[in-house]
């Protein structure tokens, strides 16, 4: 069964970049068809999709972050990461790597636990 790890700094200052890493273990990044996102939820409000990365490095992010986003893998580390620009007050959330489908699809069947991020002078 693949499991996703998040790992981050817990802390970030205002318009700093926010780097994260997703290790995934149990199964390849590039096993076709999957999609590999990054997606993030701010306290007491829903989920937010920021991006993901196809199982062949093609990569699609939400139009509202795109200018601030990027998404990158290392296949021989079976890790993907999230760099986010410019980081705002309001990038404080709990961060989550998930499995989809389908760099496309909104089913997760696979998810981090998650990894808590301050924004904090």
């Known amino acids: 069964q693949v499991q996703l790890q998040e790992s981050g700094p817990g802390l970030v200052k205002p318009s700093q970049m926010l780097s994260l890493t997703c290790t995934v273990s149990g199964g390849s990044i590039t096993t076709s068809y999957y999609g590999w996102s990054w997606i993030r939820q701010p306290p007491g409000k829903g989920l937010e999709w920021m991006g993901a990365?196809?199982?062949?490095?093609?990569?699609y992010y939400s139009p509202s972050l795109k200018s601030r986003t990027s998404i990158s893998w290392d296949t021989s580390k079976n890790q993907f990461s999230l760099q986010l620009n410019s980081v705002t007050p309001e990038g404080a959330a709990v961060y989550y790597c998930?499995?989809?489908?389908?760099?496309?699809?909104?089913?997760?069947?696979?998810w981090g636990q998650g990894a808590q991020i301050a924004v904090s002078s």
């Open positions: 990365i196809s199982y062949d490095g093609n990569t």
């Open positions: 998930a499995r989809g489908l389908s760099i496309w699809s909104d089913v997760y069947g696979s």
